[in-house]
């Protein structure tokens, strides 16, 4: 028989090696191999005899009946569009997000208003906070009457085996996934090994009585959700709740959805009784005013398929030669702002080299759509020559090295998004000019075009 094979599992990136290292081989993280029990087989070890042993599968048609999955609306039009219509039965969904951006109190007020307002059963598990804070935080929240099953635990089995007794509820909220202990292996919680085994104890016992299970997941400094990548594969949903933490707005968005689509998002503004849903994401984002200001421009941005107006301001000051000018953004890839001066100073012949030049997207929010391009080159033309944008236009194109100005996609959602919102004209490319639109449209093949016309030329 073959020796079992020991198993050295990285504690930062879940990969699987053979021989303990000092440093991983996948992620370069150093002292993150721990010896994990139990040998695994691997395809060559295992001997399958082809004719006996497995029993048949039933091997259906595409075009079979479908059972649509069971969904439970949560009342929450935000949550609920991000989710793609409600939390499904049986199915786990991860949340990830930095710490103190807002996971509990969007999965309180979620649990909340499915046992009150739907009469769900609901049960909260929180091992990060006492029970006592939970409550405390569901009572200033106003949720303190919601019948919402509260426990503060930390061992996957006590969970199970308490859920178990009557009826599964409908919705078991685990916040959060890290703090789990499940006794079936070693090590601490929050490792890969634990995260993974606790998740998976979980996500069976969803799927066998027929749960919705939410996990909370913490989130590393680089943004991914905290130990395994193998946790998103074990989920059916995960969803990122995205923000600046000093800021009050927050995005909810589907990364992945097993049972929906990936281009929906939810937005949300943090008061102080809670997270409330922004119906109207663009008036959270929009300052408000009567007159042009210089280096200000609209941009009609695209959250999946949800327009959002951004305002995006740029402020170029000029330097005495010599000085090495600054290049600062906020909200906005430093690359493309590199790239957009240097088309304006190639193909435009505006000079930008002896000015700092400052870009931010107004509220905190980042854009990460090329269409802006046209936008950011109207407030870096704007703050350079001192010419306000209009106050009723709003611009977009993506802008090619050559100086071209070219079309982007969802041009219609743009332009119904900025009149339903007040402005009456737009500065498109020029293939975009002809769209059906309520707003006067004028349209630029090049930036050359578009930079003679900001100024008058
Ligand atoms: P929380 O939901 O605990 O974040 P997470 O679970 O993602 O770590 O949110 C904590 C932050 O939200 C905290 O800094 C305070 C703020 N907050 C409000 O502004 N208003 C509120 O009503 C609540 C409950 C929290
Ligand atoms: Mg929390």
């Avoid at 909810?252 to 937005?267: P, Q, S, Y």
């Avoid at 306000?388 to 090619?400: L, S, T």
Wanted: charged share 20%.
């Amino acid at each position: 028989m073959a020796k079992p094979q020991k198993r050295y599992v990285c504690q930062a990136c879940g990969s699987v090696s053979h021989r303990w290292a000092g440093q991983c081989g996948d992620c370069a993280e150093w002292n993150t191999l721990v010896e994990e029990a139990g040998a695994v087989v691997t395809p060559f070890q295992a001997k399958h005899n082809l004719q006996s042993g497995g029993r048949t599968v039933q091997l259906v048609g595409l075009d079979a009946d479908i059972a649509l999955p069971d969904r439970m609306a949560t009342g929450i039009a935000e949550l609920d569009r991000a989710l793609g219509g409600g939390f499904v039965q049986g199915s786990a969904t991860l949340i990830g997000g930095d710490p103190g951006i807002g996971k509990s109190t969007l999965l309180l007020q979620a649990a909340a208003r499915l046992a009150s307002g739907a009469a769900r059963r609901v049960a909260y598990v929180s091992g990060e906070e006492a029970a006592d804070q939970v409550r405390l935080r569901a009572r200033r929240l106003g949720l303190g009457n919601a019948p919402v099953q509260l426990a503060a635990a930390t061992s996957t089995r006590d969970i199970l085996t308490t859920l178990s007794i009557g009826p599964a509820p409908d919705l078991l909220v685990i916040d959060s996934i890290q703090t789990m202990h499940s006794d079936l292996i070693e090590g601490a919680p929050g490792t890969v090994s634990q995260v993974r085994a606790s998740a998976q104890e979980l996500i069976r016992f969803a799927k066998e009585r027929g749960t919705a299970l939410v996990l909370v997941g913490h989130v590393t400094k680089d943004g991914s959700i905290a130990g395994p990548r193998v946790l998103e594969h074990m989920v059916d949903t995960v969803l990122a709740f995205e923000g600046e933490r000093s800021h009050q707005y927050r995005i909810l968005r589907a990364i992945k959805n097993r049972f929906g689509g990936t281009d929906e998002i939810g937005v949300f503004s943090m008061q102080s009784e809670g997270l409330s849903e922004v119906a109207n994401p663009s008036a959270l984002f929009l300052t408000h005013r009567d007159e042009g200001v210089t280096g200000a421009t609209v941009f009609p941005a695209l959250e999946g398929t949800r327009p959002v107006l951004v305002e995006i301001q740029a402020l170029t000051v000029r330097l005495a030669s010599g000085a090495t000018p600054r290049r600062a953004v906020v909200g906005w890839d430093s690359g493309r702002l590199a790239m957009i001066l240097a088309v304006l100073e190639a193909r435009c012949g505006l000079s930008f080299s002896s000015a700092e030049v400052y870009l931010n997207v107004a509220g905190g929010y980042r854009v990460q759509d090329p269409a802006a391009d046209l936008a950011v080159a109207a407030a870096l033309v704007s703050a350079l020559s001192e010419r306000p944008v209009p106050v009723d236009a709003v611009a977009f194109g993506e802008i090619a090295l050559s100086g071209e100005i070219r079309p982007v996609a969802h041009a219609a959602l743009r332009l119904k998004e900025a009149g339903k919102l007040g402005f009456e004209r737009a500065l498109v490319p020029t293939a975009m000019a002809k769209e059906e639109s309520a707003l006067t449209l004028s349209g630029f093949r090049t930036l050359t075009q578009f930079v003679d016309h900001m100024l008058g030329r």
